[in-house]
């Protein structure tokens, strides 16, 4: 996972520092995957990064804020996903659509990246990097282009990033065989209605429509 708070190092000491630093926000993400927890000690974290036990204070002051940056980390690489799939798309709708769709499929093509967001994500929806800033500006667009219809943009991001942390957290549960193969479908469906949109009318096959047709020119 990319580090977002490391800056381009300049030298082979900032390039060395920027090394390190991301080494121990990488073994803090695999603890959060593995163990759900940051109850570790520091010199843990420093055996999994591979280094030393002092450089870690040379980064963090506390191990609660190496594990803050190990979620903001994971929540701008959910983010940046989320961006590469739906950036040339132009319906607000749409956006939404894929991005729970990608999110179901998240626990399947990024594990790691799956448990950390699950872990840590939620007091993170109205923050000013990973999914929220995306999801509210997504949101008033639609809001502006009369595709959505909400009163408090705030309020749906809510909704919208509960949903999706939810979904998560189901694809990730022994009852996720129980959703049924069109999960990502009801709740990509489900988070369109919580935005506005009427539901979907049922869609009829080619062949009733011929028939339809046919009956019609007969009448």
Known sequence: MPDRAAAQPANRFERRRARTRHALIAAAQRILAEQCTSEVSIQQIAERADVGFGSFYHHFQTKAELFEAAVVDALEEYGKLIDSITGDLDDPAEVFAVSVRLTFRLADTHPELT?????????????????????????????????????????????????????????????????????????????????GLPPRRPTRSPGAHCRSRRRRATS
């Open 115 to 195: 448990r950390v967001l699950r872990y840590g994500g939620l007091p993170y929806i109205h923050a000013d990097f990973g999914l929220g800033p995306r999801a509210l500006r997504d949101i008033e667009r639609g809001n502006a282009s009369g595709r959505f219809h909400v009163d408090s943009p705030l309020v749906a991001l809510s909704a919208v990033g509960g949903s999706l942390l939810g979904l998560l957290q189901l694809k990730s549960s022994a009852k996720s065989e129980q959703s049924g193969p069109g999960a990502d479908e009801e709740m990509a469906e489900l988070v369109l209605r919580m935005l």
